[in-house]
């Protein structure tokens, strides 16, 4: 079966620090991938996603994320967070079936140190 | 335009209640979502339709009942509601429900049931 898992409940950096959070897939075939961003009280943000090609893909926000697949990893980064970073970002995958829908993983909570 | 337009953002009912949320896309997307997302948890998918028909109900009760008028709309009936169905409630949509499509999500409709 199709999963996700966000090792992190919680993350905290400080304002201009470099941030890295992890995703883990489990899937058969090759996943779509997303990262979605939440911002207290709001919906849900697109922050980019991996399809094919390229396994670097470059999103909004100056976030990126790499798509590994000997790791089944999808892991987000950013080389300077800013106070406004702080939210709930989820990782999801695509999951391919008779309707195609979202797993998402459970949550990643970043916290920005001024 | 990727926007995804749900009213009311917050709405307050009795358990003997009947309400509906309503969501609007204009992106002539042929598949729409409602999603459910407890406080703390990742978002979980309650109902598909693809080119207004239900093509996914994930066993949900039968006190939520959705209807898609028209290729832009979704509704979501609302009735006879428990306390535990208060929640973040989550309007989506797609290309159409064929794998690899972006899901945009719409900013909400917070629903308190007392």
């Known amino acids: 079966a199709q999963s996700v898992t966000q090792p992190d409940i919680h993350i905290t950096v400080s304002e201009g620090a470099s941030l890295e959070l992890r995703c883990n897939y489990s899937y058969g075939a090759t996943p779509y991938l997303f990262w979605y961003v939440q911002s207290p009280g709001q919906g849900l943000q697109l922050l980019l996603k991996?399809?094919?090609?390229?396994?670097l893909v470059q999103g909004i926000k100056g976030f990126e994320a790499e798509f590994k697949r000997s790791q089944s990893s999808f892991n987000l980064r950013k080389p300077s967070v800013h106070w406004s970073d702080a939210a709930e970002y989820f990782c999801a995958v695509g999951a391919r079936g008779s309707s195609y829908k979202l797993i998402f993983g459970s949550g990643t909570r970043l916290l920005v140190r001024p | 335009d990727t926007e995804v337009t749900q009213t009311p953002k917050h709405l307050v009912m009795g358990m003997t209640n009947k309400k509906s949320l309503k969501c609007e896309q204009h992106?002539?997307?042929?598949?729409m979502y409602w999603y459910k997302q407890k406080a703390k948890k990742p978002p979980e998918l309650m109902f598909v339709?693809?080119?207004?028909?239900?093509?996914i109900n994930e066993s949900v009760p039968s006190r939520f009942s959705p209807e898609c008028p028209n290729s832009s709309l979704l509704n979501l009936h609302l009735h006879a509601l428990q306390p535990e169905d208060s929640a973040l409630y989550l309007c989506a949509s797609s290309q159409d429900r064929n794998s690899g499509n972006t899901i945009y999500f719409g900013e909400g409709s917070w629903l308190t049931v007392v």
């Open positions: 339709y693809s080119y207004e028909k239900l093509s």
């Open positions: 992106m002539g997307h042929r598949a």
């Open positions: 991996y399809f094919s090609g390229d396994t």
